[in-house]
């Protein structure tokens, strides 16, 4: 029951609806004065709708601007003093996997990931939250003396990251969505390789906004597609049933792409049922080619319109190469050559394409009739055509609609999952046509609104289909579940836990169907976890600690900290691949990482020793050098004393001079 208002009407509100009826051009959004948004009116724009000449006002420009743009400017640059701890317990295959799973605010994912992975990621595909008033939103709202106190504690976590309802009540404002998704969309750019390209979902609300968004961090010139997924029919809509999604698409570099000829292809849908048909036929009819063709030609009338290999039956005739299409042997264009060609069986000469022959070299023509690539009809009076084999046309364009009942995808993410534990999931069949597309071999492709991963679930599959060893990084915020929801009765806590089960039952699934011999099966992942810095306060701000503190503060490591929570972190400072091979040594006495290096742990891109209890001495640092790592690391308190900690970079220099040394 409503509660009754106990006030007067506020007249304010009344004279912008008012105004918003007859103005909707007028209405904007800005902050009041407790920083809440609010409905307004743009006056001089007012001023322009009520006068017949050109108002003064501020300098007009080509702009998209909205309360909180420099907000997010500011949250794309800021420092942040966090790492990513490994997770073990919840990893597969965490010493030989490629992929990698970061549970935490993808914000900061983002800026962790920048010196590791700058310029290296193929793809990127995400869904944001929808701006339906229903969907929860990242906000990343605090001021810069707020940032610059985090940041020197190493702790912005508490109070940086928030999941708000944009409700109906708050007017679904487009500028928090906007301030949400912008620094996000700046920060994922620079991850992409120079042929790389980002795909964002959304639905019409956002759409109009997410494209200029896109034409500012990417540039206008580097649009691609707005592509779009229909999902089938939607009966909960008065007016227009909006039954589609969009997926829009932009390139790093287009001018690069053009210039190096870079090609998106696709395989045709429905060929591995053609090729499944055509065997068949050849175990009933041997060499029997006519009856082949009649039989392909037959299978083809069977099929309803909506199979995918129905839009294939033009390539319904068969030779022992296999399946072909009789195309067009005239010349592009006309204009093209005429001379006599006999037919193979009555010996007179055939029709001439009006257009002239495809070839001016009789020559040639005859080395094709020979080779038997020429089809001709049954006698001199029908134009022969040139064989266009299945085999040799199997990618194309891809196109710009996807055609995927979007229940198919709930329905098998409910199999796979036992249950309803994720609303509206994509499709990962959809996804998978756009990794294809785009992607191939080692490529990286990256998700950082993970959900239920459905992204690497599309992975996992175009690797087990054409036998590329692709890799994904995923990155889900640690979102609750809802007490009352059926994940939660499954044992289900966090989206991030949903997240990872989906990968995990997903690669058991496809591999026990039929996989490529060349995929090498990497279906695990590394899990991390972003918490804040492992270093103390002190590392950060030294100003702030008191006289009395010094004695705590004898190691500038946290106490809780494991060896390899300092091993990532330094991997990440220093831009090594967090999934490079990592080795574990005892050496005299002290535990010694080897990251990405040989059998005989030469020349690794890392070595590091965190020992604290000040057994490093000349010695030790000599043994290390003899592997020529690129970098060697230690602990700041391992070592024996000073004057080693200074005599180790002049060792390095004698012993093995490429080596970068440094300490933590």
């Known amino acids: 029951m409503e509660k009754l208002k106990m006030h007067s009407p506020n007249l304010v509100a009344q004279n912008i609806e008012q105004l918003a009826a007859l103005f909707p051009n007028c209405v904007t959004e800005s902050r009041g004065k407790d920083g809440e948004l609010k409905r307004a009116i743009d006056f001089d724009l007012l001023k322009q709708e009520l006068s017949a000449h050109i108002v003064d006002g501020p300098q007009e420009r080509y702009q998209l601007n909205w309360p909180g743009k420099r907000e997010a400017l500011l949250t794309a640059n800021a420092p942040i003093a966090k790492t990513l701890r490994p997770c073990r317990e919840e990893s597969v295959n965490f010493d030989t996997t490629q992929n990698l799973f970061i549970e935490g605010d993808n914000l900061d994912a983002l800026k962790l990931l920048q010196e590791t992975y700058l310029g290296k990621v193929k793809m990127i595909y995400i869904d944001p939250p929808y701006n339906t008033g229903k969907d929860f939103i990242y906000k990343d709202t605090f001021s810069s003396e707020q940032i610059a106190h985090e940041v020197s504690t190493g702790d912005r976590a508490e109070d940086g990251v928030r999941l708000v309802a944009n409700p109906e009540g708050n007017g679904r404002f487009h500028s928090n969505w906007l301030t949400m998704v912008t620094p996000r969309i700046r920060l994922a750019r620079n991850l992409l390789t120079q042929d790389g390209a980002i795909f964002v979902s959304c639905d019409e609300g956002e759409q109009p906004r997410l494209r200029l968004i896109m034409d500012e961090v990417f540039g206008r010139a580097n649009f691609v597609a707005d592509m779009v997924w229909a999902a089938g029919r939607k009966n909960d809509s008065r007016l227009v049933s909006v039954s589609h999604e969009y997926i829009i698409c932009y390139a790093r570099d287009v001018e690069y792409l053009k210039g190096m000829q870079i090609t998106w292809r696709q395989r045709k849908k429905g060929l591995d049922e053609i090729y499944a048909q055509h065997e068949r036929l050849k175990r009933q009819h041997g060499n029997d080619f006519k009856s082949m063709t009649e039989g392909m030609k037959e299978w083809y009338r069977s099929l309803p319109d ?11 005739h068969v030779d022992i190469r296999g399946i072909y299409f009789p195309d067009n042997i005239s010349w592009p264009g006309g204009g093209g050559p005429k001379y006599e060609v006999l037919h193979p069986v009555t010996q007179k000469p055939v029709k001439v394409p009006s257009r002239g022959w495809m070839t001016s070299d009789p020559a040639r023509m005859q080395e094709w009739i020979k080779d038997n690539r020429v089809h001709f009809g049954e006698d001199e009076n029908a134009v022969p055509c040139i064989k266009s084999y299945l085999k040799d046309k199997e990618q194309q364009t891809p196109y710009s609609v996807f055609y995927q009942d979007g229940r198919a995808a709930s329905k098998r993410l409910r199999t796979l999952m036992d249950g309803d534990l994720f609303d509206f999931p994509k499709d990962e069949l959809v996804l998978q046509e756009i990794v294809e597309m785009l992607t191939a071999e080692n490529d990286i492709i990256v998700d950082f609104f993970a959900g239920s991963s459905t992204t690497a679930h599309s992975v996992m599959l175009q690797n087990a289909t054409d036998g590329g060893n692709r890799k994904f990084i995923m990155v889900q915020l640690n979102e609750s579940i809802n007490e009352k929801s059926s994940a939660y009765d499954a044992g289900f806590e966090t989206i991030a836990e949903i997240s990872r089960e989906r990968i995990r039952r997903a690669a058991k699934e496809i591999l026990n169907g039929k996989c490529h011999d060349d995929w090498e099966k990497d279906i695990g992942f590394r899990s991390f ?90 010695a030790f640092i000599r043994q290390l050098a003899a592997f020529s790592p690129l970098r060697l690391v230690f602990r700041d308190a391992g070592f024996a004393s000073d004057a080693v900690k200074i005599n180790a970079e002049q060792l390095l220099k004698q012993l093995s001079p490429l080596t970068e040394v440094k300490a933590i």
């Not at 909506?306 to 319904?316: D, G, L, M, R, V």
């Not at 270093?535 to 705590?552: K, R």
């Open 529 to 618: 976890k972003i918490d804040s810095s492992n270093m103390t306060d002190v590392h950060y701000n030294p100003d702030a600690i008191i006289q009395d503190d010094l004695f705590a503060q004898v190691d500038n490591i946290k106490a809780d900290r494991t060896e390899e929570d300092l091993l990532f972190q330094v991997m990440l400072d220093w831009g090594v691949d967090l999934v490079a091979p990592i080795l574990r040594q005892t050496i005299d006495g002290k535990n010694v990482f080897f990251v990405d290096a040989d059998a005989q742990h030469q020349h690794g891109a890392l070595v590091a020793c965190f020992d604290k209890t000040g057994g490093i001495d000349d």
């Open 306 to 316: 909506s199979h995918p290999s129905k839009a294939h039956k033009h390539y319904a």
